[in-house]
């Protein structure tokens, strides 16, 4: 029976000073049950609690941890860069070398500006589409999370989602009228939207794979009638990369799936486990934004030679030509055996899975927007979690979220998660 008494008193310290008892939602497992687990360490495909147990982590801090945790290029990155400061607010050389590195990967991106967070590249990318077109309107999707910018905490995935509550209290009506919510992998359905609102909509913005209400992938055809409608209409494709950016190839979602949107947001790998965002795109857009143009955004911290150095570490290793093929040996790995242990188990599981993110569903029917992931069984998956976490396995715990492989975890990683899914299968 694993120990987690130390983790369990600091959680009802944690109580006392942090709303939840954590700084971000999901971390609390509320949805799964029970209390979090407090980490000690980290390194590479596992993180250790402060009772001493260790888990093969599939969460990877929600993404950057794509070489794993603690990976030596990426510290030693971080120590050089903090002998030399940790903030200047002034122009660095380590700012102008991620800047490169992001456009020679992305092709669509011409220039790029860095942020803090995946909300802040959001909600900056969104201001910047209005600003370019003139216009306010945004479609977004049900189950797609941009972060907590106010006019996209509507219909959000991930922690909103989760809480069952998918608008936010605290949000004026106001801010949110211009937000237009679609079901995902439904073209017609966005045709309709631009018909009703001619020509007021600035963009349209995406996870062209959504990883925030568990995983699921757009269907033939879909992405390139978004970018069709929205060429057509003259608003902004904009997609949201924050999770898939050098996540599914260098290029992202993007270069697998052969799109060319107007301005993508990035975040998590890009900052090496440091904190990050970044938005870029067309520089006629580009362009818009101060000091050279109308549309004003700004940062403290934006471009923090710390989270510059760690991004840029992670970057360069990902260029090894094999880092992208050996996520996807290992992600097929995983979903085979994943499968198999579902059908041995007589399990009703969908398994999901694009690249190294992946999402098992506890429904029989096919998860491809919201509302089927929707008729998921909660219960059962947090059954499953519970069964995997004693099993020195730590999954999202939440059905609605992504799972990550990192280069971290191996043959060995994967066949102890099947068997270990076996088990718990057999076992609900
Ligand atoms: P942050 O503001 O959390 O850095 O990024 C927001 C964001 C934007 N876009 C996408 C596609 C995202 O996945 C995220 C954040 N992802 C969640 C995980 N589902 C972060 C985890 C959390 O909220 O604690």
Known sequence: MISRTKSAALFAEALRYIPGGVNSPVRAFRAVGGQPFFVNRAQG???????????????????????GHAHPKIIQAVQQAAGHGTSFGIPNPLEVQMAKLVCSAVPSVQKVRMCNSGTEATMSAIRLARGFTGRNKIIKFEGCYHGHADSLLVKAGSGALTFGHPDSLGVPEAFTQHTI?????????????????????????????????GVYVPQPGYLEALRKLTADCGALLIFDEVMTGFRLARGGAQQVFGLTPDLTCFGKI????????AFGGRADIMDCLAPLGPVYQAGTLSGNPLAMAAGIAALEELQFADAYSRLEKLGAALEAGMKDAAKSAGAQVQFNRCGSMFCGYFTSEPVRNLADAMKSDRARFAKFFHGMLARGIYLAPSQFEAGFISLAHGESEIDQTVRAAAEVLRAL
């Not at 495909?45 to 070489?67: E, H, K, Q």
């Not at 359905?189 to 913005?205: M, Q, S, T």
């Open 45 to 67: 495909a596992r993180v250790f609690d402060v009772d001493g147990n260790s888990y093969i982590d599939y969460v990877g801090t929600w993404g950057p941890a794509i070489l």
């Open 270 to 277: 890009i900052g090496g486990g440091l904190p990050v965002g």
């Open 181 to 213: 919510v679609l079901p995902f992998n439904d073209a017609v359905a966005v045709r309709k939207a631009f018909e009703a609102n001619l020509r007021d909509i600035a963009g349209v913005i995406l996870e062209p794979v959504p990883g925030n209400a």
